[in-house]
C-alpha cells in the first residue's frame, strides 16, 4: 500500500485494528454465506429427491408421474405418452359366444322382397330354408311408464272392512319414482362416481323420467340405510378372515376440502371402507384393532401399533420393490437392490405357480435359493449404507439404510407368502378397492359432506362385495332398497 511509510506509529496502528476488525466480519461474513450454502444444497437435495420419487420407486400412484417435472420411471415408455387404446398386450381376449338358447319370440324370420326378375312375386316363392344365421344382442329402447296403483277397500258379510296393503317400494305419496329408477341412480353415482345433476340429466336422456337432483341426492343415504346390516356383517367376517389386505388413502371432503383418509380392509370375496384419518385414534376404530388373521400393509406404522394388540404381518412386497428401486438408483454402482428384488420376484413367482399347479407350497430347493439371495443382499446392504450415530428424530440415515433394517429385522414378515400360499404378497387388492375413491376425486375434486361421504362408501363397500361373488349389481341393489337384502354368505370352509 503505497504512503504507509509516510504514517505515523499511532496511524498504523489504527490501521491495522480497522482491518482486523473488517477481516473478522468478513470471516463471519463467509461463515454465515458457508452456512446458507450447506443449507441451500440440502434443500436442493432433498428437492430433487422428492422430484425423484415416482410410481416407480415409492408408494405414490401412477397419476403422480404426469406432474411437470416429475422423472419418469425406468420403465416407462414415453414415445406417445400413453398407452395404446383397446387390447393389452397379454390381456385376455374375449368375443361374443353363440348361443343355442334364444326364445322363440326373440327370432327374426327375414325373406326376399319384391319381384323376380321374371316379374314374380317373390312372397310365392318356396322357401328352401335358412341359409345363415346371425346373432346380435341389443336392448329395448327404455322409456319410463306410468303405473296406477289403484289400492281397494272391501267390506266383508260379517261388517269387517279389509284394505289393500301397498305394493311393496310404492310410498304413501300420491306420485313417487319407482325402485328399478332408483337402483339405477344409485348405482350411477356410487358405482360410477358420475355427478348427482348428470345422473339425474342421463336418467332422463335415457328414460323420460325427470328425478330431481334433490332426490337423486337422498337416494344415497337411502341405499346405506338398506345396507347398514350387511356392513355389519362384512366387517364382522373380515374381522374372523385368515388373512386381509388393508390401505388408505386421502381424500378431500367438505366445503374447505378438509384433508380425511378412506381405510378399506378386503379381501377377494369382502370389501369394508372406513372414513376418518391416518392416526391411532382412526386405527382403533378401524378393523385391524379386531382381527384375528394376518394383516397385509404397506408398512404404516400404525398397522404395527401395540395398542392394536399383536398379530401376523405381510409387508407387501411391491412396496418394499420399489423401496429397492429406489435404491438402485440412489446407489447406482450397488448390487444389492437389484439382488433383492430379484429374490422378491422370484419368490411371488414361484408362490403363484405353485399356486396355479395347485400344490401347497413353492418347491423347497426353489425357497431355498432365494431366501438365502434375498438375506445375503440384505447384508452386504448393511455393511455398505452405514447407519449415522444419533437420535432418530434428529438424524436422518441415508436411502436405504432404515429398509434395510426393516428387511433384516422382519424378514419372517416380509417372506411369509412363501412360506404359506394362502398369504398374497402384496395389498394389491387393497389398491384395487381404494381406485374408485381416486377415480372419483379426479371427477369431483372433493365430496361435499363427510356424512355423505360415509355413506357413499358404505354403499360403495357392500356393491364391491356384491360384484366380488359374481352377483348383478343392480339387482342386488333394487332387492336391497324393497328390504330384501341380500348378505355374505358363511366363509367357505376346509
Known amino acids: ?105 326373440d327370432i327374426v324370420e327375414h325373406y326376399p322382397q319384391g319381384r323376380c326378375g321374371c316379374g314374380t312375386d317373390l312372397g310365392q316363392a318356396a322357401d328352401l330354408g335358412v341359409t345363415a344365421r346371425h346373432q346380435q344382442i341389443e336392448i329395448p329402447l327404455m322409456v319410463a311408464r306410468r303405473f296406477q296403483h289403484q289400492v281397494h277397500t272391501v267390506a266383508c258379510r260379517c261388517g269387517a272392512v279389509h284394505t289393500a296393503p301397498r305394493p311393496p317400494g310404492v310410498p304413501a305419496a300420491p306420485v313417487s319414482l319407482g325402485v328399478n329408477l332408483q337402483a339405477w341412480c344409485v348405482y350411477l353415482l356410487v358405482v360410477h362416481a358420475i355427478p348427482v345433476h348428470r345422473v339425474a340429466e342421463l336418467v332422463a336422456s335415457l328414460t323420460g323420467a325427470e328425478p330431481s337432483p334433490g332426490f ?28 386381509v389386505c388393508c390401505d388408505e388413502t386421502p381424500i378431500r371432503v367438505g366445503p374447505k376440502k378438509a384433508k380425511k383418509y378412506l381405510l378399506v380392509a378386503c379381501d377377494q370375496l369382502l370389501t369394508w371402507y ?45 412396496h418394499l420393490i420399489r423401496d429397492l428401486e429406489d435404491c438402485a438408483e440412489t446407489y447406482p454402482g450397488a448390487r444389492w437392490p437389484r439382488q433383492l428384488q430379484m429374490a422378491l420376484r422370484g419368490l411371488i413367482h414361484a408362490a403363484n405357480l405353485a399356486r396355479d399347479q395347485d400344490k401347497d407350497a413353492i418347491e423347497a430347493g426353489t425357497l431355498a435359493m432365494f431366501t438365502k439371495m434375498f438375506r445375503g443382499g440384505v447384508a452386504v446392504g448393511l455393511s455398505q449404507v452405514k447407519r449415522l450415530p444419533g437420535a432418530a428424530k434428529t438424524v436422518t440415515q441415508p436411502v436405504g439404510r432404515v429398509l434395510l433394517e426393516v428387511l433384516r429385522d422382519r424378514a419372517g414378515d416380509v417372506l411369509r407368502f412363501a412360506c404359506e400360499l394362502r398369504i398374497p404378497p402384496t395389498n394389491n387388492q387393497a389398491e384395487r378397492d381404494l381406485r374408485p375413491a381416486k377415480t372419483q376425486q379426479k371427477i369431483s375434486g372433493r365430496l361435499r359432506s363427510e356424512k355423505t361421504t360415509v355413506h357413499r362408501y358404505a354403499v360403495r363397500g357392500y356393491l364391491s362385495t356384491v360384484l366380488k361373488h359374481g352377483l348383478d349389481v343392480v339387482t342386488v341393489l333394487r332387492n336391497a332398497l324393497l328390504g330384501n337384502l341380500w348378505m355374505p354368505p358363511d366363509p367357505a370352509t376346509g
Request: charged share 30%; proline share 3%.
Open 1 to 105: 500500500m503505497s504512503g504507509l511509510e509516510e504514517l505515523s506509529r499511532e496511524e498504523l496502528i489504527a490501521l491495522t485494528r480497522a482491518l482486523v476488525a473488517e477481516n473478522t466480519a468478513l470471516k463471519a461474513e463467509v461463515a454465515e454465506l458457508r452456512a446458507e450454502n450447506a443449507a441451500l444444497r440440502e434443500r436442493v437435495a432433498k428437492l430433487e429427491r422428492l422430484v425423484s420419487r415416482n410410481s416407480g420407486n415409492s408408494g405414490m400412484p401412477p397419476s403422480v408421474d404426469d406432474l411437470p417435472g416429475r422423472k419418469q420411471p425406468k420403465d416407462r415408455k414415453v414415445s406417445s405418452g400413453r398407452r395404446r387404446p383397446g387390447k393389452q398386450p397379454g390381456a385376455q381376449g374375449k368375443a361374443l359366444a353363440w348361443s343355442d338358447e334364444v326364445a322363440g319370440g
Open 274 to 318: 372406513m372414513l376418518g384419518g391416518r392416526d391411532l385414534e382412526t386405527f382403533k376404530k378401524f378393523v385391524v384393532a379386531d382381527l384375528t388373521g394376518v394383516v397385509v400393509h404397506d408398512r404404516y406404522q400404525n398397522y404395527d401399533a401395540t395398542d392394536l394388540g399383536a398379530r401376523d404381518h405381510q409387508l407387501c412386497a411391491a
Open 216 to 243: 337423486v341426492h337422498g337416494l344415497i343415504g337411502r341405499a346405506a340405510a338398506a345396507v347398514a346390516s350387511a356392513n355389519a356383517r362384512i366387517r364382522m367376517l373380515l374381522t374372523l378372515a385368515y388373512v
